[in-house]
T-cell receptor, first 114, second 113 residues
């Protein structure tokens, strides 16, 4: 199916565990992003990528790792999960001109760290 | 440092009336502004954008106005419909080509039938 998909949709993990959230898009968009949504903070950028093998930190990168070996995939890894990382995570993608055409978001992953 | 601010957490409007959502920003390097709509348990969906060289952009029932001198933009929805009930996020992108968006905290719009 064309589009942007995130998996899993829901995840519960324990403090200290490593967890990876997956993001896959079928449009070959250059740009991909990871945001987290928290009450009172809106959407905050964690990491972004302008192309395969090019990634950069966003506003709240601590405790997260990303990679982008293929254009279509942009996994987000929490190396050692903490309760403060309980959040809803959204992946987004966009091509050239996305500023005016809009970026497309996935449906989100709700992560609970216990 | 919140570069994009939505000072109204919530707004209620009668069906058929105009909804006006506001957004303020502090970074003069922003060159594009976007509005997203979000329903519960879904990802944000793009509504409309405006370039910093324009002061108005219209798409159907949605119009975005930009006042650069005041660093303020607003989204007008006319007429408001029950399906417009959602959280609306204002976002902005800097003129550096890195394409990343900075979001506001959102405004929950409720349309009263």
């Amino acid at each position: 199916d064309a589009g942007i998909t995130q998996s899993p949709r829901y995840k519960i993990t324990e403090t200290g565990r490593q967890v990876t959230l997956m993001c896959h898009q079928t449009w070959s968009h250059s740009y991909m992003f990871w945001y987290r949504q928290d009450l009172g903070h809106g959407l905050r950028l964690i990491y972004y990528s302008a192309a395969a093998d090019i990634t950069d930190k966003g506003e709240v990168p601590d405790g997260y790792v990303v990679s982008r070996s293929k254009t279509e995939n942009f996994p987000l890894t929490l190396e050692s999960a903490t309760r403060s990382q309980t959040s809803v995570y959204f992946c987004a993608s966009g091509g050239q001109g996305a500023k005016s055409l809009g970026y497309t978001f996935g449906s989100g992953t709700r992560l609970t760290v216990v | 440092d919140q570069q994009v601010k939505q000072n109204s957490p919530s707004l209620s409007v009668q069906e058929g009336r105009i909804s006006i959502l506001n957004c303020d920003y502090t970074n003069s390097m922003f060159d594009y502004f976007l509005w997203y709509k979000k329903y519960p348990a879904e990802g944000p969906t793009f509504l409309i954008s405006i370039s910093s060289i324009k002061d108005k952009n219209e798409d159907g029932r949605f119009t975005v106005f930009l006042n650069k001198s005041a660093k303020h933009l607003s989204l007008h929805i006319v007429p408001s419909q029950p399906g417009d009930s959602a959280v609306y996020f204002c976002a902005a992108s800097e003129d550096f080509g890195n394409e990343k968006l900075t979001f506001g905290t959102g405004t929950r719009l409720t349309i009263i039938p």
